[in-house]
């Protein structure tokens, strides 16, 4: 029973380039949460999807970022044009339903921006 | 606004002993969830212990127990036994259990550090 899975787990970008990050939830979780972690920090909610809607972005950067949660397919971190201040961890974390309340991780993509 | 507070930014415990590490939390909501979770050097975030603000009793996972204070707004977590294993950041989140967005609410953490 594979876990929440998230690729590339590293990934080095130069400014301005783009950042794509991938999760594949859990089997059988519809929900998807990212999270960003900058260094010596706590995670920092992001974003909660489920199934081909946002549900909450309150936590995106108004610019550069989105996200998506195809009806097929893994979620999507998308990063465009990449500041230094982009470098970080970036997690992505499921559950089966927005009763549940346990979110399993994934083990994260560290994203650095030369 | 939810927070969660962390006020030891390291800890240093030796082997076998037991650690209590801090969390407070603010919540205006009467439903609402408190984990811990650690997080090796190699990264990945492992969950720990989860409590339930109407749960009457202190949740307990083998080694470890949150000692919950609802009056005090603290979920303060016990490590009994300390392994060298043990070394690693722990943090403390809150979620909300009412809203249909439960997005976790992190403190800044404690890195832990077991010394033989």
């Known amino acids: 029973n594979a876990g929440v899975m998230q690729n590339p787990r590293h990934l080095v970008r130069r400014r301005g380039q783009e950042a794509r990050l991938r999760c594949s939830p859990m089997?059988?979780?519809?929900?998807v949460y990212w999270y960003r972690q900058l260094p010596e920090e706590g995670l920092k909610f992001m974003v909660y999807?489920?199934?081909?809607?946002?549900?909450?972005e309150s936590g995106m950067p108004k610019e550069r970022f989105s996200a998506e949660f195809p009806k097929e397919g893994p979620s999507i971190l998308r990063i465009q044009q990449v500041v230094r201040g982009d470098s970080a961890a970036y997690f992505c974390?499921?559950?089966?339903?927005?009763?549940?309340?346990?979110?399993?991780f994934g083990p994260g993509t560290r994203l650095t921006v030369l | 606004a939810q927070k969660i507070t962390q006020t030891q930014p390291g800890m240093f415990v030796q082997e076998k002993e037991a650690v209590t590490l801090d969390c407070t939390y603010d919540t205006s909501d009467q439903s609402y969830g408190l984990f811990w979770y650690k997080q090796p050097s190699s990264g990945e975030m492992i969950f720990l212990i989860y409590?339930?603000?109407?749960?009457?009793q202190n949740a307990t996972e083998g080694r470890y127990s949150l000692n919950f204070q609802k009056a005090r707004k603290s979920a303060n977590l016990v490590i009994s036994a300390s392994q060298l294993g043990d070394s690693a950041m722990y943090f403390c989140a809150m979620i909300n259990r009412l809203q249909g967005a439960q997005k976790l609410v992190f403190g800044q953490g404690t890195r832990l550090t077991i010394n033989p």
């Open positions: 089997k059988g979780h519809s929900h």
């Open positions: 974390a499921s559950s089966p339903g927005s009763s549940f309340y346990e979110q399993f």
């Open positions: 999807l489920q199934k081909e809607n946002i549900i909450d």
């Open positions: 409590q339930g603000s109407y749960d009457e």
